[in-house]
């Protein structure tokens, strides 16, 4: 049984009488410990799949087991639960809080949930170690640099443990040898720490650079095909031409997430 199973995802957006069809009949599996890279053109709906994976968004329709347990059929407590136990999230802007200093951003979650403080904090500043930024565990986000911030907001996604890291652009906006320390810091998390990651890159020289490489367009996604050809060559999520119509997108289908705006 893989990690993810998802099976048949459809999602739509709705805006100005307009729908954009952004997930068309995406299957794909990954299995517990695979780190894999997502590419693909601004606007492909990357980040929309993240957060269907991340359950933080639903789609109208499809299916998603996490560990074998049926995700979009969870009340919103079991969602949440799911979330805070077993998913760490690097978004594309990484929202550190400016108020706090790094060490006790990194905490944050931990802190959350009220575990102890004094090992939240112990924990959060072995990571921020890790992370090369044991130096700067004093500093808040408005005294650090992009590269720095980001790498605090992985070391935020990991401070629970997650099984499964989520990590959108992490690399975004940064120079190229920083983007490749902290795809190096993915790879070491993935390989020592035992964390299933997926990771959004537009750099795709990077992206070659994981194990296993999706790609991601017109509403598909698709296993890069490496030079050489070896790689898989059937679609993940075959091409359909007709998307479900909204009214498809059955409240049944997805119980436990609020109503999508627009639907
Ligand atoms: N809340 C929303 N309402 C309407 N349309 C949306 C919404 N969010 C995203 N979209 C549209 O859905 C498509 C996919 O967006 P998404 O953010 O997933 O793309 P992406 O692949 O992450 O792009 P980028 O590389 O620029 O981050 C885009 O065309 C976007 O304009
Ligand atoms: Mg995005």
Do not use: C, W
């Amino acid at each position: 049984m893989a990690l993810i199973e998802l099976r048949r995802i459809f999602k739509s957006y709705f805006l100005h009488g307009k729908r954009i069809d952004v997930l068309r009949d995406v299957s794909l599996d990954i299995e517990k410990g695979e780190l894999v890279s997502l590419i693909g053109p601004s606007g492909a709906g990357k980040s929309t799949f993240l957060h269907v994976l991340g359950t933080l968004d639903a789609p109208a329709a499809g299916t998603m087991t996490f560990d074998g347990r049926s995700v979009f059929t969870m009340n919103d407590a079991e969602l949440a639960e799911l979330r805070n136990r077993s998913i760490g999230f690097v978004f594309q802007s990484h929202f550190l809080l400016p108020e706090f200093t790094a060490v006790e951003n990194v905490a944050m979650p931990a802190l959350l949930r009220r575990l102890d403080r004094k090992q939240a904090l112990h924990d959060a500043r072995e990571l921020l170690e890790r992370m090369g930024l044991l130096a700067r565990a004093e500093h808040r986000p408005g005294e650090l640099s992009g590269g720095e911030s980001q790498r605090v907001a992985l070391a935020r996604a990991l401070v629970l443990k997650p099984t499964l890291l989520l990590a959108d652009e992490p690399t975004g906006n940064l120079d190229p040898a920083t983007g490749e320390s902290i795809h190096n810091l993915l790879r070491e998390v993935n390989r020592e720490l035992g964390v299933t990651a997926v990771v959004v890159t537009h750099n795709e020289e990077l992206a070659r650079s994981m194990p296993r490489q999706l790609r991601m367009a017109t509403g598909s996604i698709l296993p890069v095909v490496p030079e050489g050809g070896e790689g898989e060559d059937a679609p993940l999520s075959p091409a359909v031409p007709t998307p479900p119509t909204p009214a498809a997108a059955t409240p049944e289908a997805t119980p436990g997430f609020p109503e999508e705006g627009g639907e």
